[in-house]
T-cell receptor, first 112, second 114 residues
Framework: QKEVEQDPGPLSVPEGAIVSLNCTYS??????FMWYRQYSRKGPELLMY????GNKEDGRFTAQVDKSSKYISLFIRDSQPSDSATYLC????????????FGKGTRLLVKP | DTGVSQDPRHKITKRGQNVTFRCDPI?????LYWYRQTLGQGPEFLTY????????KSRLLSDRFSAERPKGSFSTLEIQRTEQGDSAMYLC????????????FGDGTRLSIL
């Protein structure tokens, strides 16, 4: 079992839909959770950064962490064609560990 | 633009040649990371620096790879005797020295081996 699992998609939705993107993980020591958006031929762009369990909202984006289920989600409300990209989850253990573990990414396509 | 800057954006070379990439991190960031990303995969960690000290190297970083950050500012990643399998996007990221801070990425250098 890989440390971080993420469905590669593609996930195709109509404009205005609510999008749900998910990652599961096996390492219970992960405490920091991130979502990055990556457009084609560009670097990953940090969207959300959360610590431990709970929800965090930023504009149209909401990140949820459920440590008991080892499951994290990113919700995008009122999705736009400009949201079409690959979304990567990343995780890190607490303490002095430096290494972030990334999922493979989910490709999202928002159709006008 | 005060983000992470990488140069060149695309490098095409013949197998067996040496290549060098440069990364300029966000100015106040002490930590600098190198990752490799292939198509359909997430970034894979290669190495990281705290200021000028290289503190960790992945087993992915073979003897043909070397990274430096001589003055704790910009960094270079060199690949000697390139192989077909080295074709990938090489990403640089930086962060503040607090180990729990997220990393901010550049747009990468795409390496194509002919």
């Amino acid at each position: 079992q890989k440390e971080v699992e993420q469905d590669p998609g593609p996930l195709s939705v109509p404009e205005g839909a609510i999008v749900s993107l998910n990652c599961t993980y096996s390492n219970s020591a992960f405490q920091y959770f991130m979502w990055y958006r990556q457009y084609s031929r560009k670097g990953p762009e940090l969207l959300m950064y959360t610590y431990s369990s709970g929800n965090k909202e930023d504009g149209r984006f909401t990140a949820q962490v459920d440590k008991s289920s080892k499951y994290i989600s990113l919700f995008i409300r009122d999705s736009q064609p400009s949201d079409s990209a690959t979304y990567l989850c990343a995780m890190k253990e607490g303490g002095q560990g430096f290494s972030f573990i990334f999922g493979k990414g989910t490709r999202l396509l928002v159709k006008p | 633009d005060t983000g992470v800057s990488q140069d060149p954006r695309h490098k095409i070379t013949k197998r067996g040649q040496n290549v060098t990439f440069r990364c300029d991190p966000i100015s106040e960031h002490n930590r600098l990371y190198w990752y490799r990303q292939t198509l359909g995969q997430g970034p894979e960690f290669l190495t990281y620096f705290q200021n000028e000290a290289q503190l960790e190297k992945s087993r992915l970083l073979s003897d043909r790879f070397s990274a430096e950050r001589p003055k704790g500012s910009f960094s270079t990643l060199e690949i000697q005797r390139t192989e077909q399998g080295d074709s990938a996007m090489y990403l640089c990221a930086s962060s503040l020295s607090d180990s729990d801070q997220p990393q901010h990425f550049g747009d990468g250098t795409r390496l194509s081996i002919l």
